[in-house]
Every structure is written in structure tokens, then in C-alpha cells.
């Protein structure tokens, strides 16, 4: 009986000459943090790892958990058989006939694509194509050969064993976790922040979240949302700190002391001003958020410039040049899509100027800041941070 394996293919991570121990041993264990649940076991190959010890009805799961690590560019479910002709030929046919049945199909076109790591067995990658290609035709039914667009592919590869398989399942790509330092989310309960959160951590960057409520303003239900939306960031990211911040005293503070069109981007203001000193107090390098822009009146340039004056830390905006429309097809695909539309309120959303500034001057906001005690409100707002750590 053969034993299925899975293979996993990495990709960026090749091109990194001498760090590449350093991120083989980051992508190693992520990929058994992946796979643990599901007692598989992670071992190397040449250039790609493989995983074994999964059960049969568990493999779906764990590849699924498997194609959320960074890093990872495929993962195939593989049959491990012995480098026996017949036996590679048997398996390959099984596998073609799986694969009929479970997408329902009767016939197909298909191809068997070879490859042969190990030289010193005695046939040629074309030779053994040809000859598991006739054994295939020969016993399942309904099958054509089309070398240039097959509709099904059974890939056979000849290595210290032989593994058989038909699917390819695409991960994530990009660099595994804390291959880039760390940075803080300004997460709030929209679409967009989760996902400017996602892309940057698939660069390697490990991820902190801090989110501001204005309690009793913002309820109980939208700090939840936000919880959830970090819990399913953290399927891919892993555990996150989430910084959860009262925004109430400085939202109320602008509103009595500020003219009212500027009141969100002075609130933006603050927002990255805390941000900056959670981040530089967790060991966070940089600031992310979920801009995007001209998306609204505080995102045009203007306004990202008088944003972007407040810290000194970088602002990674990884949604700058992306749609709305982009943006959500991006968060159906890690999944915080139907969460973020739970209809909460944002604290945002809270105290909205009817007529904001669309071409805000720094030295107008500086001038209403003044109005203000910025250093007072800060502190108080930094003795409310409640930490926890979700996923
Ligand atoms: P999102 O869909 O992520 O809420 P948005 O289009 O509503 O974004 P804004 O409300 O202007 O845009 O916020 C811009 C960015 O500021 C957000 O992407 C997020 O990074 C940050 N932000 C906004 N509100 C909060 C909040 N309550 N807590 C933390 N960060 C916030
Ligand atoms: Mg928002």
C-alpha cells in the first residue's frame, strides 16, 4: 500500500544565497507549527520538504493549513511508492482514475510528465513518460494523449522514491515569518486593514495589531469583530498581540476644541502617534495601514502627507495603488471578507466631519493641535492599551 506524502515546493527563498539556512529553518517551523495538529512529520529533500505521517482522511486539512504558511508556493498530496516500473505504472493509473471520479469525468485528455532526479535510474524521463502513458491509456477508460494541453497531468518523479500525483494546490507564496522583522497593524474593522496586515506579513514581517474604540460610542460587538478579524489573520500570520486602545477622550477632545472638517485627519493623527510609541515599545520597526489612495477625503495626498508627518516610523501602506474593488476579492481570499461587512461601527465612523478637508496644510492642523494637550491626551490614552493575544 502506498503512503501518501505531501510535497512541498518553496520559491523565493532559493535566491537568498548565504541567508538561505536562515530562512529554510523559519520556513521549517512554520511548517510544522502547520502541520503539528495533524502529528505530520517535516523533513527536507532536494529543494522542496516533504511531509509525512498525516491521516488519510486528515490530508485535506493539513494541506489547507499548510498552503497559509509564507513561503510555500505548492503543495501536492503525493503517492511514495517504491521505484518499480509496474508499481509507478499501477499507481499512476489509480491516481488517474481518482482524479476521473472526483471531478466526474468520463474522458479526458492527459499527459504524464516525468521527472528523473535520480540519474541512475536506467530509463529517460521521456522513455518512462511514453511507457506509463501506454499503460494508462491501456487501463482506464475514456482517455486520450495530448502532449501540448492536456486537461489532467499525472506527474510521476523519480527521486530516492517514486511519487506519483495529479494535483497542485497554490500557497501563498512570499517569505516565511520573521525573515523581516516586525511591524504594528493599525487594524480597525473594515476591509481594508486586514488585508494590508496580510501583505505585508507575507513579505516575512511579523505582525502586532493595535486598534482604537471609543467606547461607549463603538460597542462591545465591534471590538469583537476586530478580534475575530485578527483571529483569522493569525491562521496565516500566527498568534498575533492585539493592542486595544480607548480612542473616546481624544475623539471627544477634537470635537469640542477642532474645526470639524479637519476632525478625521487630526484623528488619524493621534491614531499613528500612539501606534508609533506601541510599536517602538513591542519592537515593532514600522507601521502599517490600510490606505489606499483618494479611497476617501483623509487618503487623498494631501491628507496622507499631513498623516504620514506625525511619526518618524516608516508607514507601510501595501493598498496604495490597489481599488476597492481588488481589495475585496483580496479579503474573500484570506477569508475576513464576511466579517469585515458585519455592519458595526468604527470609531471612524463615529464622528464624521460632513464637509472634511480634502487638501488638509500641516500647518493648519499643527495650529488646531495647539488647541489641544497632544502629550496629556497620549499618555492618558496609553495607560487604557489592553493586550491580548488572539489566534
Ligand atoms: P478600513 O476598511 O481598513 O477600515 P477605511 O477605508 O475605512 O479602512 P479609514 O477609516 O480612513 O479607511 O482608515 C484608514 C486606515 O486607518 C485603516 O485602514 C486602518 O489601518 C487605520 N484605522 C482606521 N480606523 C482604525 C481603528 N479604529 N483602529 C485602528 N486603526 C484604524
Ligand atoms: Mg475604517
Redesign the pocket.
Known sequence: MAATVLLVRYGEIHLKGANRPFFESLLVKAMRRAVEPFSGKVSRGDGRYYVHGVAEEQTGEAIQALTRVFGIYSVSPALEVEKDKQVMYETAAEEMKRYMQKHNLAGATFKVEVKRADKRYPMKSMEVAADAGGYILEHVEGLRVDVHNPQVRVFLEIREQAYVYVDIIKGQGGMPLGSNGKAAL????????PV?GYMVAKRGVLIEA???HSFPYTSERAKEKVIELARILSAYTGPIRLHIVSFTEIQMQIYEKCPEEQLTVLM?RF?MRIAERIAKENGCQALI???SIG??A??TIESLHVTNSAVELPVFRPLIGMDKIEIMERAEKIGTYETSIEPYE???TVFVPKHPVTRPSLEKIEKSEGLLDGEGLIARAMETVETITVG
Request: proline share 0%; net charge negative.
Open positions: 493599525l487594524l480597525s474593522g473594515g476591509i481594508d486593514s494590508a493595535v486598534h482604537y488619524r491614531m495601514t490600510g490606505e479611497q476617501v483623509s487618503q468604527d470609531c471612524c
